[in-house]
């Protein structure tokens, strides 16, 4: 069984998601951590758990996701995993934060792979399935466990809300028939782990988001 430790990192109050099973194999969704108690705060975790960090994944490539992925390169010798259409597509981290205008120093750390859509992503006895979800950015990810009930959408879907459109390669349409397509599909009770905010269901979200009961 999947168990998963939620971390909110950064001034864009990200979630970052480290899921891991009684292997003590551990894979890692999302790094945002910025600063240096940040950083402490998510390796005391895997320290004082003894916990084998094997994989670092990428929902997308907007800079609050993944500004710690330097840091997870450097110390545990992992390059991140993405969509190639997500590389392609979406400006440096240095470039976005300009646009931004925010300052943070800031380090690249490029692909070690490129995940595509229905890939199995293995660790310890666990599997999680790659969708691709499109909309809020090119090549976004979400990352689908059908044993343990639950999925990892970024920032596609959340709490009574959906991802931006107004940045790189965004689509409003798009976006909303992807959720519709591909997370509402999924069962009732499916937990859906979001980028942001708090967690919430399939069917919550298939009777109280307004933005997929309304006909749009």
Request: charge should be negative; include cysteine; hydrophobic fraction near 40%.
């Amino acid at each position: 069984m999947i168990t998963v430790k939620t971390f909110v990192f950064n001034p864009f109050e990200e979630n970052a998601y480290l899921l891991y099973d009684e292997t003590k194999e551990a894979i890692l969704i999302d790094c945002g951590c910025m600063t240096a108690a940040e950083e402490k705060m998510l390796s005391d975790f895997i320290l004082h758990n003894n916990l084998q960090l094997k994989r670092l994944l990428c929902t997308h490539l907007h800079f609050d996701h993944v500004i710690g992925n330097t840091f997870i390169c450097k110390k545990y010798g992992i390059k991140p995993e993405v969509h190639q259409k997500e590389a392609d597509a979406i400006p440096s981290i240095k470039e976005q934060i300009k646009l931004f205008k925010t300052r943070f120093a800031v380090q690249e750390t490029s692909p070690g792979k490129f995940i595509v859509g229905n890939e199995s992503i293995r660790f310890g006895e666990s599997e999680l399935t790659s969708l691709l979800v499109p909309g809020h950015s090119p090549g976004s990810l979400a990352f689908y466990s059908r044993k343990d009930g639950f999925i990892m959408v970024g920032d596609t879907l959340f709490r009574g809300s959906i991802g931006r459109t107004d940045l790189w390669g965004g689509n409003f349409d798009l976006l909303i028939a992807v959720i519709r397509d591909k997370i509402l599909s999924l069962p009732d009770e499916t937990i859906i782990y979001p980028g942001h905010g708090p967690s919430t269901t399939v069917i919550h979200e298939r009777i109280n988001n307004p933005f997929l009961t309304n006909n749009y």
